[in-house]
Nanobody, 128 residues
Framework: QVQLVESGGGLVQAGGSLRLSCAAS????????MGWFRQAPGKERDFVAS????????YYADSVKGRFTISRDNAKNTVYLQMNSLKPEDTAVYYC?????????????????????WGQGTQVTVSA
């Protein structure tokens, strides 16, 4: 059973930084695509970033390019989302997700795409 557990959310001022973590367990993730999504109150869930576990290549939503960085630590089975230059518009619940491969890393950004596994989410609040 695959489990994804997010952590690292909190309250931060605009322009600040946070690093989210997603601890993955229950499988070997070499052929997985891992990703982050976010959902603000009253809005649809949006794709943020994805990464191929094996190769480490990544893909980003336009809204976060240049500010967010997705990465993974193979030894810790953990995926990270480093968020810099945070804006109030980034306020949302952030979810870690996983898809079994083979899969293009950009597939998670496709509207209507359903990931195989989800974490419980962690709240990120950015104050103005």
């Amino acid at each position: 059973q695959v489990q994804l557990v997010e952590s690292g959310g909190g309250l931060v001022q605009a322009g600040g930084s946070l690093r989210l973590s997603c601890a993955a367990s229950g499988s070997t993730f070499g052929n997985y695509v891992m990703g982050w999504f976010r959902q603000a109150p009253g809005k649809e869930r949006d794709f943020v970033a994805s990464i191929r576990w094996s190769a480490g290549n990544s893909y980003y939503a336009d809204s976060v390019k240049g500010r967010f960085t997705i990465s993974r630590d193979n030894a810790k089975n953990t995926v990270y989302l480093q968020m810099n230059s945070l804006k109030p518009e980034d306020t949302a619940v952030y979810y870690c997700a996983a898809d079994r491969g083979p899969l293009f890393i950009g597939t998670m950004a496709t509207p209507g795409h359903e990931c195989d596994y989800w974490g419980q989410g962690t709240q990120v609040t950015v104050s103005a």
